[in-house]
């Protein structure tokens, strides 16, 4: 058998899990037309399915229950949406006048720096390579461009929310027919489902408190598009670490330009830190527990990845899709030692093994 002599074997072994790796790759790439809309849809419909159980368990009807809870989420995206939609086009009008301030400041800091060190700099560096009119242009309608193409989607992610959420109402059954009776294999399944729906929820709902808080810190702030830093803020919380410094580069240079001083913007960012500390660092480990977390280095290697297989879309899913493999490898007893190397910390107790009997709280393996 081959697989027999690939255990004799580690190279070939190894070898065939790359190639295998690359196929994958290729494989989420070459469909990405179809995983994508379908992995939104599968979040959406996870973040939805208590509420639709909830409303069979009160004698709803499901198709009822699913009616409203698809309802729900188009009225939220639709409102995010709506709010967005009215600050880009006055952000592109904008951007010639912001390309002017961004200039002049980076001029006075050329200068500033060359009668310090007596040096030529501002000739050496200049403004004209950095801050581009038209750069700022193109990146405001290619920001338009993708918002454009994902609501293009948004009826095919509903019909498939629509579906996941109709087939999970029967899907416990199947799988327990699948498993001969034992409710083994169901319980496995409701326990990934179970920690999935946790890490999303909690993960949403500081997500919104943080764009929410920030986007009224930016109003007190005397800042444009506060609705629209905001909702960048609630988008990129979904990042750690590297999501919450991105969401707060735009405010700070926005605080930069209209201000143009430096203890403004340090009081932009001194509440950007503050609230990105509180909830990412307090609130949301209490609320999740430290196994629902990932390696930093995780972190940054997973938003590369998925930006390289789905682009700017599948960055921003990206944790969310890692914690979900994660989960399930947790739930898988010969995978488990992946999900330890990508967990946040080792584990507490024991030293698990490829394929080990036991979980970190002593649980035998599923």
Known sequence: MIFDRSEQHPGARFLLMLASGVVVIWGLQFAQAILLPFALALFLAILSLPLVLGLIRRRVPGAVAILLAVTLVV????????????????????????????????????????????????????????????????????????????????????????????????????????????????????????????????????????????????????????????????????????????????????????????????????????????FGNIIEPNLMGRRLGLSPLVVVLSLLFWNFVWGPLGALLSVPLTMILKIWLENTQDLRWVAVLLDKQAPATTVLEVGGPANVDGDPGV
């Open 75 to 278: 009225g939220v995206f639709g409102l995010l949406g709506l709010l967005a939609s009215q600050s880009l086009p006055e952000l592109g009008t904008r951007a010639e006048r912001y390309q002017v301030a961004l200039q002049a400041l980076w001029d006075g800091v050329l200068a500033n720096l060359s009668e310090r060190f007596n040096r030529p700099l501002d000739e050496i560096l200049s403004s004209a390579e950095f801050f581009q009119t038209n750069q700022l242009v193109s990146l405001v309608q290619s920001t338009v461009t993708r918002a454009t193409i994902v609501l293009s989607q948004a009826f095919l992610v509903l019909l498939i929310m629509v579906f996941v959420l109709a087939e999970a109402t029967v899907f416990p059954a199947k799988l327990r027919a699948l498993s001969d009776g034992s409710d083994r294999g169901e319980e496995r399944m409701a326990k990934v489902v179970t920690e999935i729906q946790s890490y999303l929820g909690i993960k949403t709902v500081i997500s919104l408190a943080t764009g929410l808080l920030l986007g009224g810190f930016c109003w007190l702030m005397d800042l444009d598009f506060p609705v629209l830093l905001g909702l960048v803020a609630f988008a990129l919380n979904y990042i750690p670490t590297v999501g919450s410094i991105i969401a707060a580069v735009p405010a700070v240079l926005l605080s930069l330009i209209l201000h143009g001083t430096v203890g403004h913007a340090l009081g932009v960012m001194t509440g950007y830190v503050v609230v990105n500390t509180v």
